[in-house]
């Protein structure tokens, strides 16, 4: 078994896209600091196999599958994670899909309507399902958004627009919900080295993974638990007078010009060792289901 932490020692912790790439590392993060976690997802996603490896490190979690954009499953996630652990305290929309790159002229309706569905429905519903019982344990939403939701990509427009909802939305809850007493942020993911960054399991092909990687003053991808490290933080108590926050970890890229990753320096263009057993980083679903 694995050294356990405690900065999340007696939270709750709902966390959707749970069962591979950044969700994973999550997942695993918060069960590791002690947190009693809900690995939600499709049930395509590996959310099963996420919640056998909590378990088999000693951590505490439940799995829940279904789509989250609909009103009914998403009350029904967090009426289970009250009904097992009592409350919930922690919201992570990390749930999103990133189905297609192209030029606009050229990007289907389908992925469009596909991404509506996933990146903006299901990070409303699930607040507003959730707001409730947050209000009760005083606690927290982090959100997924992007570098492109700040900056905008080419090839990636209508990604990018539904990431710019997410910061305007969250920006807005944490106006409206301080009342409460809960707490709204976001974390920005630059290019991460997941599935959805490499050519054999996403939609870039080898000229935008190389773009992608110049760009970056970092001169690599970041690691899903470089990620969940940002997502720990704003989760935990030591984050008690953040709210409405926006942090991005990118490796520098949303302020890079130009292929400046060429000339990172050799320590940054390794990534580090990691803590976490990461099995799915790489798995995930970019491509539309029917």
Known sequence: MKEMGNRLEGKVAIVTGGGSGIGEAICKKFASEGARVIVAGFPEDPVEEVLKEIQKNGGTAIHFTGDLSTEANAKRCVDLAVSQYGKLDILINNAGVFPEVNLLQDYSEEAFEYMLKNNIKTAFVMSKAALPELHKTKGNIVSAGSEAGVIGIAQNTPYGGTKGFIHAFMRGLAVEQAQFGVRCNIVGP???????????????????????????????????????????????????????????????????????????????????????????????????RK
């Open 190 to 288: 630059g290019p991460i080295d997941t599935a959805w960054t490499h050519e054999s399991t996403g939609p870039m092909d080898s000229k935008m993974v190389k773009t992608m990687k110049q760009a970056t003053p970092m001169g690599r991808r970041g690691t899903p638990e470089e990620v969940a490290n940002v997502y720990l933080f704003l989760a935990s108590d030591e984050a008690s007078y953040v709210t409405g926050a926006t942090y991005m970890v990118d490796g520098g890229i949303t302020l890079a010009k130009g292929p400046v990753g060429e000339e990172a320096d050799s320590s940054m263009k390794s990534q580090p060792a990691g803590q976490l057993d990461l099995e799915h980083s790489k798995e995930g679903h970019t491509s539309i």
